[in-house]
């Protein structure tokens, strides 16, 4: 099921904030620059996995290492990169952006 595959790379991408290289996450993102409709699944999974983290931090150590900050954070990023979805950007841009902005963290 697609949403179940987006789901595993929200986690994936969540997971390698702290030990992979931008280049890496790319990596994880490159098969879904041609699919506009993917991107936005993408996003969501990902708002709907640090939304569940956040909840989750209010009441155990997070798994991934992030902090509660760092969350909200990041849940900031990918709603603002939802609305650059939604217009005509360049995905691979977009997904570097992504990129960027998690490592920056």
């Not at 929200?10 to 904030?17: M, Q, V």
């Amino acid at each position: 099921k697609k949403s179940d595959e987006f789901a595993a790379l929200a986690e994936k991408l969540l997971l390698s904030i702290n030990g992979s290289s931008s280049i890496a996450m790319l990596e994880l993102l490159k098969p879904y620059e041609k699919d506009r409709k993917a991107v936005d699944s993408i996003l969501d999974a990902l708002s709907l996995r640090i939304a569940e983290l956040l909840r989750q931090s209010c009441y155990t150590h997070i798994k991934e290492g992030l902090a509660r900050a760092q969350l909200v954070k990041l849940y900031e990023i990918v709603a603002e990169l939802k609305g650059k979805a939604a217009s005509n950007v360049n995905i691979m841009l977009l997904f570097a952006n992504l990129c960027s902005s998690f490592k920056s963290l």
